[in-house]
């Protein structure tokens, strides 16, 4: 079966209310990487030199050599940009990226961090690229990262954050480390679950726009005054839908050899004091925040259609569309994935179906709907669904008349239109169906098929919302 593993839909319109401590209308969290030491140098036993993340523009890496300058620049990071901005941020809660073989190098730092009670999360064992790495081979790294990181901070990493991952990154971590939180994600502005085999795992987003990576790339910020207009800007509209009552996170990603440089911490220094002169804002380590969302929104183990079998699939939502199984038959075999999860996304697949039916077997849709408080009715013989949905309308307590009017549009409509009329009951009471009976049978046949088939799609999409929640 064709299934597509991207989840494009997320928390869509309406996300989950953060309840951030303190009724708080952001969180606002500093991540510092730590790379400096960790990063591709034949000293290291790579095969060329770094290239990533400078002040080199174009940089290209050097095979078999050492750079000179690119080394320097890395230096600086440890040497005096990681001093500048512990002086900066020693009394806020930062997350510490740290890259463990880069840790190990840097053991003043390592000290540092612990006295400002920061978190050191995992960043990797070394600051390398990891898309064509062999599985077998990234597993091994992630488990000699985490023994290092232990044996370097005293305590195994609760976070990890890989940044030049491969396809299988988050899934070996979540496999290997039993992390509180996985951060290689820009997805969205809050933290969600994902869900890898058996395991439940909370991803807290990172984020690359508001990140100081924009002063090395072409794309990015030329001087310090861009990054705090847009940390400042970013804040504010957060700040401001955390007044309207949808508080989020903002992530903000510094590095010791770029924000570390003076010019550029003097922006970071005013957009945090921005920041911190406004009421109601949350400054958390990304563990705080993953431990809040963790006890406040606990993973919930809904059903997920997309990963139903096909027999699974039709037991559950064959009746969806009356008597017509084979929707829900032709259903499964579309490209589905998480945003069909929903309501609204199976109930985009159903339609999908239905639309693309030939006219006859649409029709077959039809007239395999019962007539409003008809024969079937009192017989006894409606599906639960249609039941029920009658009874919600009072369809079925009638007076004597009631039934007579309703016996006698029924038949005048099947005799002009060949199908029985059918409308969304639960959008209406007795007297609004009474009128659109009247109004619709005036109609022509086209115009009445087009409103019988979408009156059909609305009933699906109620029974779903019924069945699903949504």
């Known amino acids: 079966m064709k299934r597509y593993p991207r989840d494009m839909a997320g928390y869509g319109a309406t996300p989950p ?5 303190g009724g708080a209308k952001i969180a606002v969290q500093i991540v510092l990487n730590y790379e400096e030491g960790g990063e591709n140098n034949i000293l290291h ?11 080199i523009t174009g940089a290209q890496p050097w095979p078999g050599q050492r750079h000179w300058n690119m080394e320097s620049i890395y230096e600086y990071g440890a040497r005096a940009g990681f001093w500048r901005l512990h002086r900066l941020l020693r009394d806020l809660p930062v997350t510490v990226y740290g890259v463990a073989t880069a840790l190990a190098r840097s053991p003043e730092q390592v000290r540092a961090m612990h006295e400002a009670g920061w978190e050191i999360a995992s960043h990797g064992l070394k600051w390398i690229e990891h898309k064509d790495m062999d599985e077998a081979e990234e597993r091994a790294q992630i488990r000699e990262a985490i023994r290092l990181h232990a044996e370097v901070t005293g305590a195994p990493p609760r976070g990890w954050y890989t940044g030049r991952c491969s396809m299988n990154t988050v899934a070996l971590a979540a496999s290997e480390g039993d992390f509180a939180y996985i951060a290689d994600s820009y997805a969205d502005d809050l933290p969600y679950w994902l869900r890898l085999g058996d395991r439940d795992q909370l991803i807290v987003p990172y984020t690359l726009d508001c990140n100081d990576m924009r002063f090395a790339i072409q794309a990015g910020f030329t001087e310090a005054a861009q990054f705090e207009r847009y940390l400042i800007d970013s804040f504010d509209m957060l700040h401001a839908e955390g007044e309207a009552g949808a508080p989020k996170m903002l992530s903000i990603g510094l590095h010791c050899r770029l924000a570390g440089r003076p010019g ?5 220094a005013r957009a945090l004091a921005h920041m911190r002169a406004r009421d109601g804002v949350w400054f958390a380590t990304r563990l705080q925040i993953a ?11 809904r059903p997920r259609p997309s990963e139903m079998d096909r027999a699974a699939f039709v037991a559950a939502f064959g009746g969806i569309f009356e008597h017509s199984p084979w929707i829900a038959e032709r259903a499964h075999a579309l490209e589905l994935g998480p945003a069909h999860d929903s309501a609204t996304g199976l109930h985009s697949a159903l339609v999908r179906v239905f639309r693309s039916a030939s006219e006859a077997e649409r029709l077959g849709v039809l007239t395999a709907h019962p007539d409003l408080a008809g024969k079937l009715a009192a017989a006894g013989r409606l599906t639960a669904e249609s039941a029920a949905e009658q009874a919600g309308a009072g369809l079925d307590a009638l007076t004597d008349e009631e039934r007579a009017t309703f016996t006698g549009l029924n038949t005048a409509y099947m005799e002009k239109f060949g199908f029985p009329f059918i409308i969304a009951v639960k959008d209406h009471d007795k007297a609004s169906i009474l009128d659109a009976f009247r109004r619709r049978i005036g109609n022509d046949r086209a115009t009445e098929f087009a409103e019988a088939c979408a009156q059909v799609e609305r009933i699906a999409e109620l029974r779903l919302k019924e069945k699903l929640g949504g």
């Open 17 to 21: 209310a953060a309840d951030w401590p």
């Open 45 to 55: 036993g790579d095969a060329a030199s770094e290239a990533f993340l400078s002040e």
């Open 264 to 268: 550029r911490a003097a922006g970071l």
């Open 291 to 301: 431990e809040h969302w963790a006890a406040s929104h606990p993973p919930s183990r």
